[in-house]
């Protein structure tokens, strides 16, 4: 059976039905509307997109769009006229903006990772016990009597018409430390291969004379660790010396680094 004509200057796209076709008079209105706040011909973005697609026929839209001749035809004319429907072109807006939403991400990562890198350093702040002052007022309970010249107390001196001490929690300096952000911590080890999922390394360091354990502590801080995130088990290496050692009875002493 014979498909039903269509009346001049009408087209069948994919989804839409019966549109107006890329010679028609009438302006296909929906699919115009989608165009004007992409503006492809002042869309340096958008053309990227175009020139980068896998897709010929956007490829070649955006080369019919460029042409001197194409200056006054509509965007919508141009992409019936390679075939490419309404929906296909919503598909490819939304796709390409994903694209450049992962490379705007992809151009911070550098500076993002710098802050988290600082975010999980260890921190100075304020002592909470002096409020960064560095020292705490001495209450008349605790200031010793100064009668028959009995020595002040270290640290204890006066201050106006009060006595004061060094803070003991800062010892005077007005600042404690206050670890790194935890999850900063995890996010860095595991950039740089030390996932928490993988399993510890076990060091057995065998001491067969010299330094003792101090001579193993010195092998242990030079050793480079490879710590495969796909291996659940411990890993022993084994490191012999020819030194003499007191580790213990066998000679060989164990730490997991975790």
């Known amino acids: 059976m014979p498909k039903p004509s269509l009346p001049p200057g ?19 209105e929906v699919y115009e509307a ?25 490829r070649e839209y955006l080369r ?45 990562l550098p500076e993002i990772t ?37 020595p002040i107390p270290g640290g204890v001196r006066p201050m106006g018409a009060r006595w004061v001490r060094d803070c003991p929690k800062c010892g005077a300096t007005g600042q404690t430390s206050k670890p ?4 900063a911590r995890d996010k860095i080890l595991q950039l740089n291969g030390f996932d928490k999922k993988s399993g510890g390394v076990t060091v057995a360091i065998n001491n067969y004379g010299g330094n003792g354990i101090e001579a193993a502590g010195a092998r242990f801080a030079a050793l480079t660790f490879d ?16 030194e003499r050692g007191h580790a213990g009875g066998d000679g060989s002493v164990e730490a997991d680094a975790d």
């Open 10 to 28: 009408t087209m069948l796209e994919k989804y839409r039905g019966e549109v107006p076709s890329w010679d028609s008079p009438d302006t296909d």
């Open 34 to 58: 989608f165009f004007e706040p992409v503006k492809p011909r002042d869309n340096p973005e958008f053309q990227q997109a175009l020139a980068a697609s896998t897709d010929k026929r956007f």
């Open 64 to 108: 019919q769009l460029n042409l001197p001749k194409n200056r006054n035809k509509k965007c919508s004319t141009i992409a019936k006229v390679m075939d490419i429907s309404l929906a296909e072109f919503i598909d490819f807006l939304r796709t390409s903006y994903r694209a450049q939403a992962m490379s705007v991400a992809a151009m911070r």
């Open 114 to 150: 710098t802050h988290m890198a600082n975010d999980a350093l260890t921190q100075k702040e304020a002592c909470g016990r002096c409020d960064g002052w560095g020292f705490v007022n001495v209450t008349a309970e605790e200031l010793p009597p100064l009668e028959d010249g009995q």
């Open 180 to 183: 790194g952000d935890s999850h």
């Open 227 to 242: 710590i495969s995130a796909d291996s659940a088990e411990s890993e022993v290496i084994q490191i012999d010396s020819d």
